[in-house]
């Protein structure tokens, strides 16, 4: 459930099918009230229709009404006249579809988390690449798990929850509020500091490398195991953090600082294949943050900032703004596993197979000219445990971010080695309970993400929490989603509902 008061307060239902004498999964939410939007059916059947994998399937969807009168939320009429800010109007939306998946926190291995995450990033690639579609949210509660089989590695990751997604023509367009809709403690570092950036495929990028680090932090043994105190403090202090700028929230302060130097907010830890990863990721995310253009994206938008912070905050919010780095990056030409441009007199083209398969391609064999491919794959990877195979840092280059290939492979290279050391390398690492729990805030702590309160209205208690957004309800959280897919318990999560001919137990 989304605890946010103003937010989409989105809660999840296993339902059951009377025509197809199934359980199936129903969201039920309250997204924007806006003709300019497409629904989040229509965004999965885009998806689908562009081959787009890894992604859940839909089988009804629709806007709640009663009779001929569609639900809609009222408050904005209200709040606009007392305290002349704009709460924008909402409306109620249910959506079925026919799985029903396991939590991120339900992989009991590296290796299926591993296999989870690059099974979501394919499906990210291919909704960029084939549907000009952005995630735009990608979070721990967003990427969800399939399991295929008994086995250990029979599982698929699934990329869900589109409903926060933007097509690559609505991008450039950005709003009128300085804010990013998406998980606080997933999103960038560069859209935590600088809130009036457009969003890029390398926003949405580093957030799985965010989950990555969180799930690590949570669930796996590193230098703050056992010291509950110290890793609560390190949690609250990397993700949680904000502070009130002129008319919106700023954060990341930490998680900036990891990026820029390359840093993890961990030690020592237990799986070697784990280690291997993130310290891949970490080179690549420096190598990022260092590019000449990132550089010069970060100081337009810091002198914007500055200027910002003169005017009186009665001012409207500006714009956001686009940096000289177009939302795609460089010419996708260049890129090395990107598609082409189509011409608008052209007849759209079919989708191309890129043959980058979730199980066992490597990349680098559909990158076309690939100079500078590390060759720190294989034989890199098998010299040493211990070794960081990163390259030296080249702030001349293309920020790494900007496309799909250097992230994928990291996860690719990592995963080939684990499955040719399987016998010492896939092993249940993950310990038994979570080592730190999100502590609740209280209403004077807690963000906005938007439009800084009006001087009447700071007393209020209606502030939005920067606590993880969990769209999924009482199924996402590790105790409840674990009685899911327990028998004797599943009458007690049902609730009952009727949508075209769907009901509950």
Known sequence: MNNSPTGRSTIGYVAFDIRGKRLVFMRDSWPLDSSLRKTERTVYQDLWRNGVKNIARPISGEIVKSGDKVHRTITQKYRDTAHGKDTRARIHFRLITDEIYEPLDNCKCSYKLILVLSDALLAHYLAWTKADILHCDISMNNIMVKCTGPKVGQVEGILNDWDLCKYESELKKGSSHPTHPGTWQFSSAMLLQYPIKLR??????????????????MWYEHSLSGLSSELRHLVSRTYDEFETFVDYDTGGFHIFNYMLLGKLPFANLSSKPLERLTNKLAGICEEHYNASSTKEQIAKLEDIKIQKGKKS????????????????????AELKIQKGKKSPSQPPAAPVEIDISVRGDDPAEHSGSQEGAESSGEEGAESSDEEDARPLLDTSTKPKLQEHFWIWQAFREVIKYMEKNSNTQITNDKVDKPQFTQATESSAQQSTR?????????????????RPRTTKGALTTSSSMDSTFKRTRMNSLMIALKLRGYCAL
């Open 200 to 217: 890029q495929v390398s926003d949405d990028l580093e957030s799985f490398v965010h989950i990555l680090h969180w799930t690590i932090l």
């Open 450 to 466: 938007g439009l800084k309160r009006s001087a009447q209205s700071s007393n209020e208690s209606s502030r939005s929490s920067k």
């Open 313 to 332: 905050p009665s001012q409207p919010p500006a714009a956001p703004v686009e940096i000289d780095i177009s939302v795609r990056g460089d010419d996708p």
